[in-house]
């Protein structure tokens, strides 16, 4: 099976990844849905996709390891022949005061969100296609600096960081390498262990006074993983409503 286009998105079983996935499988491209555990949303999703005429693979790897996304690229590339679009979603939060973080929270997110990141990165820059785009997911926490998000947001402001070297790494390839830092997102992975209370005053922070939707972000990263996206580069986008 071949297509002209292929995504491969990390963590896309549920939440941002999934409307991502989603997204860009409407946008025409073949997408390959990578997952951690949840092999049943996964495979929903796949079919949910092929089902609607779109070409859809679920692929289970451990962001965390280096073998695992190697073993994820190959099997895009010898499903749909070749790689255009890395989205690096897969991600964790444990919120807790910085004095409270114990080593294993703190490990487990330099595993996904950082080492996770990178391992993307590292075999997209020498796997994509002429004309690829490498966009990595970071938080827009990284400018709000909010209390008990600090082993999170480190982690996030190191893959922007990343991201704009990358870049430029990347010259005369014609590969782009950007992040989409989202605001609060109605997910489960922001909503869980928050008081109905926390959530409405968070959801008030932006102008818009709601919280962002799965498909906000997706619409971000179709932009960007688009033909009118190909000039933006080396950059966090940060989608957020306008609350920083």
Do not use: C
Request: net charge positive; proline share 3%.
């Amino acid at each position: 099976m071949t297509s002209s286009r292929t995504a491969i998105i990390t963590g896309a079983a549920r939440g941002i990844g999934a409307a991502i996935a989603d997204r860009l499988a409407r946008d025409g491209f073949a997408v390959v849905i990578n997952f951690a555990k949840d092999k049943a949303s996964a495979d929903a999703l796949t079919s949910r996709i092929t089902a609607a005429g779109g070409n859809a693979i679920a692929v289970q790897g451990d962001v965390a390891d280096s073998a695992a996304m190697t073993a994820l690229f190959d099997k895009a590339e010898s499903s749909f022949g070749g790689i255009d679009v890395l989205v690096n979603n897969a991600g964790i939060l444990q919120l807790a005061p910085i004095a409270d973080t114990t080593d294993a929270m703190f490990d487990r997110h330099i595993a996904v969100n950082l080492k996770g990141s990178f391992n993307g990165m590292r075999e997209a820059a020498k796997r994509l296609r002429k004309g690829g785009r490498i966009i990595n997911l970071s938080t827009s926490v990284v400018g709000t600096r909010l209390e008990t998000y600090g082993a999170y947001t480190a982690t996030k402001a190191a893959v922007e960081v990343m991201t704009f070297i990358l870049a430029r790494e990347m010259r005369g390839k014609d590969i782009t390498v950007n992040a989409v830092a989202p605001g609060p997102v109605a997910t489960e992975l922001f909503l869980n262990g928050k008081s109905p209370e926390l959530i409405d005053r968070l959801s008030k922070t932006n102008p818009m006074e709601r919280l962002g939707q799965p498909n906000d972000i997706a619409n971000v990263v179709s932009f960007l993983a688009g033909p009118d996206g190909g000039w933006v580069n080396g950059q966090t986008l940060r989608a957020n409503g306008g609350m920083v």
